[in-house]
C-alpha cells in the first residue's frame, strides 16, 4: 500500500463528494417523495427499475474511492482522472436534485455537462490507462462504463421530459414517434460502438444501453410502435453484448495461450 498521504487533499474530496453523492441519491429513492417513476410521463419515459443500475454505479464507485489508497489506483485515479472526478459526481448530484424537483430544462442542460465530463473519464481510462489487473477492471473501467452509458440514456430521458408531450394528455403523434425512433436507433448504434470500440469491446457500456432498452420496451404500452421498436432495438443491443463477451472470451484465451518460453525474454536465452 502506497503512502496515503500522497495527494491527500483530493482523497479527501474525492470521499466527500461521494459521500454527498450517495446521501443525496438515497434520499431521492427513500424520501417522502421518492421520485424515481414519479416524474413526467413521456413516450420515453422508462420503466422506474431502470434506476437500480445507480445502486450498481454507487457499489463500485465506493470501490474506486477505497482504491483510491493503493498505488494502483491513485496512478489512476488520482494522477490520472484527477479532479475530474470530484467535479462529474458534483454535476450528476446537481443533476439529480433538479430532475428530482422537475427542472426539466435545467436538468437538460446539466445532463450534458454530466455527459461531457463522465465522456472525458471515459477516454482517459480507456485510452491511457488500461486495465493490468482485476482492480483496474473492477474499480475503474467497470463503473465509468456503466455510468458512461447510463448517461447517454438519461439525456434522451431528460430531453423528452423537457421537450416533449405529456404522454398522460397527449396521444403519440407522428413527430413525436420519429424521435423516439431515432433516439432507440442512436442508443442502440452506441451500443455497437461500445462493442466495436476494442478487440475485446466494452461490454459494460453495452449492458448499460441494452438494460436501458428494456425498460423503455417494459415501460411504454400506450403506443405499440413505440413499444415494439423498443423491444426490437433492446434485442439488437443483446447482439452487441454478445460480440463484446466473444471478444473477451477469445482475448482471454489468446493471453492463457502464451506459454512460460513465449513470455521469457529474448536477449539471455541463446
Known amino acids: 500500500m502506497a503512502d496515503w498521504t500522497d495527494g491527500i487533499l483530493l482523497k479527501v474530496v474525492n470521499v466527500v463528494?461521494?459521500?454527498?453523492?450517495?446521501?443525496?441519491?438515497?434520499?431521492?429513492?427513500?424520501g417522502p417523495a421518492p421520485v424515481y417513476g414519479a416524474g413526467k410521463e413521456t413516450y420515453f419515459t422508462p420503466a422506474s427499475w431502470v434506476f437500480g443500475l445507480w445502486s450498481v454505479i454507487h457499489l463500485l464507485l465506493l470501490g474506486t474511492i477505497i482504491y483510491q489508497f493503493f498505488e494502483p489506483g491513485k496512478k489512476v485515479i488520482i494522477d490520472g482522472v484527477n479532479w475530474r472526478l470530484p467535479l462529474l459526481i458534483v454535476l450528476n448530484t446537481v443533476y439529480v436534485s433538479v430532475w428530482s424537483r422537475g427542472h426539466y430544462i435545467v436538468a437538460f442542460i446539466f445532463a450534458l455537462f454530466v455527459s461531457s465530463a463522465v465522456s472525458h473519464i471515459y477516454y482517459l481510462v480507456k485510452k491511457h490507462h488500461s486495465a493490468e489487473n482485476v482492480n483496474d477492471e473492477l474499480w475503474i473501467h467497470l463503473p465509468f462504463s456503466l455510468w458512461h452509458g447510463f448517461t447517454t440514456f438519461l439525456i434522451f430521458v431528460t430531453a423528452f421530459e423537457a421537450f416533449g408531450v405529456n404522454a398522460h394528455r397527449h396521444h403519440a403523434g407522428v413527430f413525436t414517434?420519429?424521435?423516439?425512433?431515432?433516439?432507440?436507433?442512436?442508443?442502440?448504434?452506441?451500443?455497437?460502438?461500445y462493442s466495436f470500440s476494442s478487440p475485446e469491446g466494452d461490454l459494460a457500456g453495452s449492458i448499460s444501453i441494452a438494460w436501458s432498452l428494456f425498460a423503455v420496451f417494459d415501460h411504454q404500452r400506450s403506443s405499440a410502435f413505440i413499444h415494439w421498436s423498443a423491444l426490437a432495438f433492446a434485442i439488437l443491443s443483446t447482439f452487441w453484448i454478445g460480440k463484446a463477451l466473444y471478444g473477451l472470451f477469445t482475448r482471454?484465451?489468446?493471453?492463457?495461450?502464451?506459454?512460460?518460453s513465449e513470455r521469457a525474454p529474448l536477449i539471455g536465452s541463446a
Do not use: M, Q
Request: glycine content about 4%.
Open 17 to 30: 463528494v461521494y459521500l454527498f453523492f450517495t446521501g443525496s441519491n438515497i434520499y431521492t429513492v427513500a
Open 177 to 193: 414517434k420519429v424521435f423516439v425512433f431515432l433516439a432507440l436507433l442512436f442508443l442502440e448504434s452506441t451500443s455497437a460502438a
Open 252 to 260: 482471454n484465451r489468446s493471453s492463457s495461450g502464451i506459454t512460460d
